[in-house]
């Protein structure tokens, strides 16, 4: 089931019960869709890594704001945003967590032959083709850097 189905059919549901949370985060979904197939060269249809890409680039641009208005004593915006990160990762693939990805990175490591930090670009390039969809850049990075080290 494509993922323009799935939230046309929670947006139903969220209408149904009020559930205005819900309800916004959904519509911002389907905004994206809309958006990513009206691109030039979608012809109308998007894949499923593309609709994965712009659903983690909206967790992303959520996580930011989350720690802004938290850092800023913001509450009221902050939630909205936790709201609508909670949505969002409905959609997404299971995250690994950092254990995992700690783990997956020193296999990486191994396989690389990387010793130094200079090795860190050959590493990330690997790590974020294996990770994608499944790990956050920023968390990867963090990890490589220590594990470099």
Do not use: C, H, W, Y
Not at 27 to 33: F, G, L, N, T, V
Not at 110 to 119: E, V
């Amino acid at each position: 089931m494509s993922l323009e189905i799935k939230v046309m059919a929670e947006m139903k549901d969220a209408m149904k019960t009020k559930n205005e949370a819900l309800l916004r985060s959904l519509r911002s979904i389907k905004a994206e869709i809309i958006k990513a197939k009206t691109e030039p060269g979608a012809n109308g249809e998007i894949d499923e890594a593309t609709e994965q890409k712009f659903l983690q680039k909206m967790m992303k641009q959520r996580k930011d704001s989350f720690e802004i208005f938290t850092q800023q004593s913001r509450p009221d915006l902050a939630v909205k945003e936790k709201e609508e990160m909670d949505v969002i990762e409905k959609f997404l693939p299971k995250q690994l967590t950092p254990e995992e990805i700690r783990e997956a990175v020193a296999v990486i490591i191994s396989q690389t032959g990387a010793s130094t930090a200079a090795d860190m670009g050959k590493v990330m390039g690997v790590a974020s083709k294996q990770l994608a969809g499944i790990a956050d850049g920023k968390t990867i990075s963090a990890i490589v850097k220590e594990l470099l080290a």
